[in-house]
């Protein structure tokens, strides 16, 4: 059981017979749509199928033989956009199948049951270093361990997981859950070692000597500074900051009466909904471009505007107004200009004066940081704008004993974009160790 939350679950379990009877709809089409959909390509009319024929324990290990972090992935998936937004019932003017909520139901059963989440293979000789304990870390070395390699992670945090025990709304899923299904890896075989900063207690130096090949899947840091007057004020938070709070210290986390978020992502409607759910009066959401360009997922926007938010379009923080707390901000209008390179509308300052909101709490949600400090050190890796280039079928780098994946190489996705990414990158790197001989180049060093 999940511990009680004062954040009820956006999408809560299903009962046994709201299980069968939403499995009982589902048309298990051939090539299903919902299939492709999925970036780790789970084979979702046959996970249903085993649900609603009573098999779980089939039901489950279909589920994880493609993605090991099913159970996580079940609650914080963009359903609505990816396989469910892809099935079939939608030509029919039909309401989807659940999918997401039956995959919760058979990971669920799962991990009460004890089942493993996978069975490590036959073992054969080569060693990988992971960097990071995140979903890209975590599924490369699940992965791994089911070829047959030894993979040891180093995570920097205290606590493993990445956002998705300290990132992702409590709505969607709490860090404790979150914890348990890392526990439920580490139970199978995966090995972390949390608090290891690479270049400080570890040097790439070190990994290179006692590892065949490195997996860097450090995803991303902190949301970066505004760079307007007064964000030095009490009061100024990032986003990211401001989620890990309410995660794991709510006793000390604090609320303004009057808050503003700064962006448009998807992390935005996280911090406005959960600061209307702990009792902010008013919340704004500040968006510099128009609402057709706002990046954050229509039904995430819908959630927002249901909980009592309102959005400023074609506005841009121009200065955080008050003495040591925040008291107000200036937001300058802004007119859509020609596209940047992006494709979109480029932003620019319009005429008129500046709307002033008064406030208490500002949340900066503009987009976060990469860890530069780190990629920038690792030998011979290329990057383009910060994130790692790589080959996208073996995510292997400039450099063949490094391979990357997850947010530090797409800039930020869904974690089933970066679980995706680093099962491939297993495969990838098991293909790397076996042409380097089966890793006899380490087993004769250690020799």
């Not at 998936?77 to 079939?88: I, N």
């Not at 007057?229 to 009061?235: F, K, S, V």
Request: glycine fraction near 10%; include cysteine; charged fraction near 25%.
């Amino acid at each position: 059981m999940e511990s009680s939350n004062p954040f009820p679950e956006l999408k809560p379990a299903l009962a046994i017979d709201q299980a069968l009877s939403e499995a009982s709809r589902c048309l298990y089409c051939y090539d299903a749509p919902c299939t492709r959909a999925c970036p780790t390509h789970i084979d979702v009319p046959a996970f249903i199928k085993k649900i609603a024929t009573g098999n779980l324990r089939g039901s489950a290990r279909t589920i994880l033989q493609s993605n090991v972090l099913g159970a996580s992935c079940a609650r914080v998936c963009p359903t609505e956009v990816l396989c469910e937004g892809a099935c079939v019932m939608h030509d029919v003017q039909k309401k989807p199948i659940q999918i997401g909520q039956l995959q919760r139901y058979a990971t669920d059963w799962a991990m009460s049951h004890g089942m493993k989440p996978f069975e490590p293979g036959p073992r054969r000789a080569g060693r990988v270093a992971i960097i990071g304990a995140g979903p890209a870390g975590l599924a490369c070395a699940a992965e791994l361990l089911r070829l047959g390699y030894e993979p040891q992670i180093f995570d920097a945090a205290a606590t493993p997981g990445g956002l998705n025990t300290t990132g992702v709304a409590e709505y969607k899923m709490t860090s404790e859950f979150a914890l348990r299904e890392v526990g439920w890896l580490v139970e199978a075989g995966v090995k972390i070692k949390s608090g290891v900063r690479i270049g400080v207690d570890v040097q790439l130096a070190d990994l290179e000597r006692q590892f065949d090949a490195v997996f860097i899947g450090v995803g991303l840091g902190k949301v970066g500074k505004l760079g307007i007057p007064g964000e030095e004020l009490d009061g100024v938070v990032e986003a990211i900051e401001f989620i890990e709070a309410l995660k794991v210290r709510r006793a000390q986390a604090r609320i303004g009466r009057h808050v503003v978020v700064i962006g448009g992502g998807n992390t935005s409607i996280d911090v406005v909904t959960q600061a209307r759910a702990l009792g902010a009066d008013e919340v704004t959401l500040v968006y510099r471009r128009s609402a057709d360009e706002m990046p954050a997922y229509k039904h995430e926007v819908e959630l927002a505007r249901a909980s009592g938010c309102r959005f400023v379009y074609q506005a841009a923080p121009l200065r955080i107004v008050g003495r040591e707390r925040v008291e107000a901000i200036l937001l300058s209008p802004m007119l859509m200009g020609a596209p940047d390179a992006s494709g979109r509308r480029r932003p620019e300052p319009a005429p008129g004066e500046p709307l002033t909101i008064d406030c208490d709490m500002v949340v900066a949600a503009t987009g976060q940081e990469k860890h530069l400090a780190l990629l920038e050190m690792l030998p011979n890796v290329k990057l383009d704008h910060g994130r790692v280039l790589v080959d996208e079928r073996t995510m292997q780098t400039s450099n063949p004993r490094y391979f990357a994946g997850g947010d530090c190489v797409s800039g930020g996705q869904e974690v089933v974009n970066a679980v995706a990414e680093g099962k491939r990158a297993a495969v990838g790197i098991a293909a790397h160790i076996e042409a380097l001989g089966g890793g006899v180049r380490l087993e004769v060093a250690r020799g």
